[in-house]
């Protein structure tokens, strides 16, 4: 698997469903860079538990995400698809890189700030450990680049720190990661409120369009968007909902705003917002298609996974025996 391409590791948590925004802003690009790098797309669920989960519903999620990345187009003969607590590496390296990560580098970390006020009555040692197990998970596979968001620049540039420290003190050990800097997928707001980004935990379900929808909900929901009362097609700041509509359909056609400018001059939002309606619900339906199918196939999937746990697990120990020699622990007997 690993040969002279660079490495790419991104991940994405097993809770909610995945919405429109997941599949245009990340999704969908992870499928084109499979293409550049040997990638290791993880489901992350031992994240996931910093906050509590129901556990059937955890299990059922993460296989339905996984299943999600193959019916969206990722080769699992090609990537690495596999679950984060099937590698054990992953706790592994963690507890050690929280040995080399200082108290007040985590106590900046502004999501740590951001979940525990929003689940004040549980503020858990990994609810604010989370940026060293995201470190473990990149530096694990000694990725070369990370696709992130803004709002996960901040766990980059610890992770960066973390591994440039314990270089300093043990050799070359880990790859600096870098953040990828290629064509970024677009950023799709709510449907709701155009001034947050589209969330699969929004409480409000008209403000997102999640990938299993069918088209009448599709409909439905693009019909309830908010808009503004100026009636034009402009893609501007100044009407967010708008704005953010023309983005949808811009990604989901593969075209510039000023085409669906162009398009949709002198008309209304009474036909835009169907129109953008028909190309999601298009985009969609193969997906939706090839999920259904993928779902049937129980043992299709498991072998994926048996399959991909073993490849990540014979990558990711490489690097963690590496380690555990440098630190001083004692060599297995084999």
């Known amino acids: 698997m690993l040969g002279d391409e660079k490495i790419l590791f991104s991940g994405m948590q097993s809770t909610g469903n995945l919405t429109l925004g997941n599949y ?22 031992m994240h996931s538990i910093t906050v509590r989960q129901n556990p059937a519903e955890l299990r059922k999620r993460a296989r339905s995400l996984l299943t999600l990345y193959i019916a969206a187009g990722l080769d699992p003969e090609k990537n690495c698809l596999y679950y984060q607590s099937h590698v054990s590496g992953h706790a592994e390296l963690a507890w050690i890189l929280n040995c080399f990560t200082y108290m007040g580098e985590l106590n900046r970390m502004t999501q740590f700030k951001d979940k525990a006020a929003k689940h004040a009555d549980n503020i858990n040692a990994g609810l604010f450990t989370y940026p060293v197990l995201m470190a473990s998970d990149i530096l694990l596979y000694q990725a070369d680049v990370v696709p992130v ?14 591994a440039q420290r314990f270089n300093a003190i043990y050799g070359d050990v880990f790859t600096v990661p870098e953040a990828y800097v290629g064509k970024a997928g677009r950023k799709i707001m709510s449907l ?3 001034t947050k980004k589209m969330s699969k935990s929004d409480e409000n379900p008209n403000a997102s369009i999640y990938l299993m929808d069918d088209k009448d909900t599709i ?3 693009f019909k309830r968007a908010v808009t503004d009362s100026e009636g034009c097609i402009r893609y501007s700041d100044e009407q967010p909902g708008i704005k953010n509509l023309i983005d949808i359909y811009c990604a989901c056609k593969n075209i510039e705003p000023e085409a669906v400018v162009k398009e949709f001059d002198g008309k209304g939002y009474a036909e835009f917002k169907p129109a953008v309606g028909e190309v999601v619900a298009d985009v969609l339906l193969p997906l939706q298609k090839r999920y259904n199918e993928l779902e049937k196939d ?3 999937i498991d072998g994926i996974i048996k399959a991909n746990t073993e490849k990540a697990t014979y990558y990711s120990t490489k690097t963690l025996r590496k380690v555990q020699k440098k630190i001083g622990f004692p060599e297995r007997i084999r």
């Open 219 to 221: 409909m439905r929901k």
């Open 24 to 45: 245009l802003g990340a999704l969908s690009n992870w499928v084109k860079l499979s293409d550049e790098y040997t990638c290791f797309y993880c489901v992350v669920d």
């Open 298 to 300: 129980k043992a299709y």
């Open 149 to 162: 968001g803004a709002d996960q620049m901040q766990h980059l540039e610890i992770t960066r720190d973390i």
């Open 192 to 194: 709701q409120d155009p």
